[in-house]
């Protein structure tokens, strides 16, 4: 996932202060999750479990995000794509609905770890991170075409 960042942030980096922002946000929020999950470059504490403080932080990043996107940054790439013709309006519509599954996710996350959370509950942080992980990457895929539709056509407009 850092690697599809990297690609993203050379892509569209510097187009816009709204798109560096958020891709600095998925950032942030892909860092916290490779700790919390310990993935590389992160896998330090391998066998114990993460400290809640770190599960708030990453929780509350991640409704960051999500928030961020619905009510920032999909409102504004949304209206561009619907002004640059039918081919981006339609992929738009198309892909907004599918976001919206990944933000299920993120906010159910949120709920289950946010509130204290109990010993059976943390046994099932894996699993819950991996499923959350794979509903992020698709998240970030639709993102992406997104901003890859309201680039190319500003591209081509110049």
């Not at 946010?114 to 998240?139: A, P, W």
């Not at 970030?140 to 190319?152: I, K």
Request: proline share 3%; net charge negative.
């Amino acid at each position: 996932m850092l690697t599809k960042l990297e690609r993203a942030v050379d892509a569209w980096g510097g187009s816009s202060t709204l798109i560096d922002h958020w891709l600095e946000s998925r950032r942030q929020l892909l860092i916290h999750y490779c700790q919390l999950a310990g993935l590389p470059p992160y896998e330090g504490n391998k066998g114990e479990l993460p400290e809640e403080a770190h599960i708030q932080q990453f929780c509350n990043l991640l409704v960051d995000y999500v928030s961020e996107g619905h009510f920032e940054v999909y409102d504004q790439v949304v209206s561009a794509c619907e002004k640059n013709g039918e081919q981006s309006k339609t992929l738009a519509q198309t892909l907004f609905p599918k976001i919206a599954g990944s933000t299920d996710a993120a906010l159910d996350f949120n709920d289950k770890y946010t509130n204290g959370v109990s010993d059976d509950i943390m046994m099932e942080l894996d699993q819950d991170l991996s499923h959350l992980g794979q509903k992020m990457e698709e998240r970030f895929g639709f993102e992406d075409r997104l901003l890859e539709a309201l680039f190319q056509r500003h591209s081509e407009a110049s």
